[in-house]
């Protein structure tokens, strides 16, 4: 969305502000999409993952069970607490190498906004005309197409298990915090800057992750200037609507 502004120059005797013709200037604002939510079915939800529900103790495996892909690292199942997650989002994150399961502890209320999974092979790879791009992580991907962007509201003894690359936004809800068990892998989310200093011919690194204060310093002194640093990301793929689509969402529920 473009909308136009008016800057005013100079000042009136009574001093007020004048504006003067020809005084635009174009500013963007992103376009807010409003979204109600769907009921996650095994149907309905198949595109990106599955719906898991409370089956009879004995039950076999099967179909019906979570598919789970989580050969690529160690997992990692915890309580997840959240708070203040409003029913918005302008970005979205998809996991490459692990399917994700998340339910809530007590069976609250929430929601998940979700487009399909879209890795492809390599750059050259398109559908639809769109170009793949390379995330930080190495693999390739479409960005996620606004207009296909949909968000479910879960309710009850349930969760969702989503397909690796499924792109997701949450999750969201009402409450002020809710708790969430969560099946990843062990860096799934894990950000961590390495920073090179340089001191006397010697190499000492600075860690730090995106969750934590610093979890390690090699420092002496005098105080090494820092010659280099890197962000590494291990599997966390973000696209931003507000940024690259002029769009942000809003659930309506």
């Known amino acids: 969305m473009v909308i136009f502004a008016q800057i005013g120059r100079g000042w009136g005797g009574g001093g007020g502000e004048v504006m003067l013709p020809g005084d635009f200037f174009a500013v963007s604002l992103p376009g807010v999409v409003t979204l109600g939510p769907g009921e996650p079915t095994p149907e309905s939800f198949a595109p990106f993952g599955q719906?898991?529900?409370?089956?009879p103790d004995g039950d076999q495996f099967g179909p019906h069970d979570a598919q789970l892909d989580l050969s690529r690292g160690i997992p990692r199942f915890y309580i997840?607490?959240?708070e203040s997650r409003p029913l918005k989002?302008?970005?979205?994150?998809?996991?490459?190498?692990?399917?994700?399961?998340?339910?809530?502890?007590?069976?609250?209320?929430w929601y998940?906004?979700?487009?399909?999974?879209?890795?492809?092979?390599?750059?050259?790879?398109?559908?639809?005309?769109?170009?793949?791009?390379?995330?930080?992580?190495?693999?390739?991907?479409?960005?996620?197409d606004?207009?296909?962007v949909c968000v479910f509201r879960v309710s009850g003894p349930k969760f969702l298990k989503l397909h690796a690359g499924t792109w997701h936004a949450g999750p969201l809800?009402?409450?002020?915090?809710?708790?969430?068990?969560n099946l990843e892998l062990s860096n799934t989310n894990y950000y961590k800057f390495i920073t090179t200093f340089s001191l006397s011919g010697?190499?000492?690194?600075?860690?730090?992750?995106?969750?934590?204060?610093f979890v390690r310093q090699f420092?002496?002194?005098?105080?090494?200037?820092?010659?280099?640093?890197v962000l590494l990301i291990v599997d966390h793929t973000t696209h931003y609507f507000k940024k690259h689509d002029g769009v942000a969402f809003v659930i309506e529920d």
């Open 89 to 109: 989002f302008s970005s979205i994150t998809h996991h490459a190498s692990v399917t994700q399961c998340l339910g809530s502890i007590g069976g609250q209320d």
């Open 80 to 82: 997840m607490r959240l």
């Open 173 to 181: 809800f009402k409450a002020d915090a809710v708790d969430f068990y």
């Open 112 to 144: 998940l906004g979700v487009a399909k999974p879209s890795i492809v092979d390599g750059a050259t790879e398109q559908s639809g005309g769109g170009s793949a791009v390379q995330s930080r992580a190495g693999h390739f991907y479409l960005p996620p």
């Open 202 to 213: 010697k190499q000492l690194f600075h860690l730090a992750s995106n969750k934590s204060k």
């Open 146 to 148: 606004p207009s296909e």
């Open 51 to 55: 719906v898991i529900a409370a089956s």
């Open 219 to 229: 420092m002496t002194r005098p105080n090494p200037i820092p010659s280099s640093t």
